[in-house]
């Protein structure tokens, strides 16, 4: 029970951070001041210009959606934990920790000449989120930790680590790309998120 217990700490103090993420990134868009606006021409374009804050809330959002999913399916297998679980729980935290930032700094230089600084930074970001996923896969699943069956925890530790493993190529090439094509390498991350979505949605009713 103590043990159990425990694990409840762990996954109600994860919710907690990633509700407050969520919520940080739409504080990112901010409404413009009556005193800017004079016709509701001039509203309706202010709201057309804050694209790239719409586009980076809706992206991160559900980046940290699926986060939130992955961890929360996982922890309804988890019996107990270990203190290298536990800080690689911290690491992944920290990751999603720092997206709001990384959404707002890409967002507000998206339209401008300076933008790929930001993509890199996002982009960056993403990546690290990845290896924090495939460090807590490792230490989740050696040593065995978890309350089921060997083929529910064989599932388990592909889903979580041989899947992330491409991944981890994948956002390392498009991390790269962005030092020279940051627009190309924002539309292929988007793209990249767009496919796991749809993935998901088809793939976890057959499961």
Sequence with gaps: MAEKSETSRIEAFCDGVFAIAIT???LEIHIPPLSTVHSNEELQQKL???WPSWFG???????ILIAWVNHHGAFKLIDKSSPQFVYA???MLLTVAIL???TGLMAEYLNTDFVRPAINFYCFSILLHNVSWVIWGRTLTHPYSLAMDEQAGKSLYINLVKNSIPAFFIYLGICILSFWFPITAMVMMTASWIVW???SIILIPKR
């Design 24 to 26: 940080l990134l739409i």
């Design 48 to 50: 057309l210009d804050d």
């Design 57 to 63: 809330f809706l992206l991160s959002f559900t980046i």
């Design 89 to 91: 729980n911290g690491f």
């Design 100 to 102: 709001p930032f990384s």
């Design 197 to 199: 979505v749809v993935t």
